[in-house]
Structure formats: C-alpha cells, structure tokens
C-alpha cells in the first residue's frame, strides 16, 4: 500500500467519523481502532466488517441475556 493510500483513506475514515460526530451517532473505541487499522493497510475492509458484526452479534446477546 503506498503512502498515497494511505493518506485516501485516513481522510476518508475522518470525514466518516465527522459525519458520524454531526449526525450524532457516536463511533465506538473498537470501530475507531479497526478504522485506524484498515487506514493503515492491517486489515482489509471485509476483514474489518466482519469484526464489527462479531462485536455487534455479542454486544446484542449479552443485551438480551440481561434485558
């Protein structure tokens, strides 16, 4: 991945997350590190969204194992 990309794609994911903040919709820690990640070239995209649907599916089972 070149410097150029990666420069694309930090602004893209601050221009999402400025979107997000003006909308507000609050962006969680761990969608803010996978953003960082995949920025960086670490983790593809799909990568990426299959980890926040894992996140998700626990957040929404631990809700309804209390709720």
Avoid: C, F
């Avoid at 996978?34 to 070239?41: F, H, I, M, T």
């Avoid at 926040?52 to 626990?58: F, T």
Wanted: no cysteine.
């Amino acid at each position: 991945m070149t410097a150029a990309q990666i420069s694309r794609r930090i602004a893209a994911v601050k221009t999402a997350d400025a979107i997000n903040a003006i909308e507000g919709v609050p962006v969680s820690r761990y969608a803010q590190v996978l953003s960082r990640s995949w920025a960086r070239g670490e983790i593809t995209g799909e990568q990426m969204k299959q980890a926040l649907l894992a996140s998700h599916a626990k957040l929404a089972a631990q809700v309804q194992k209390h709720g």
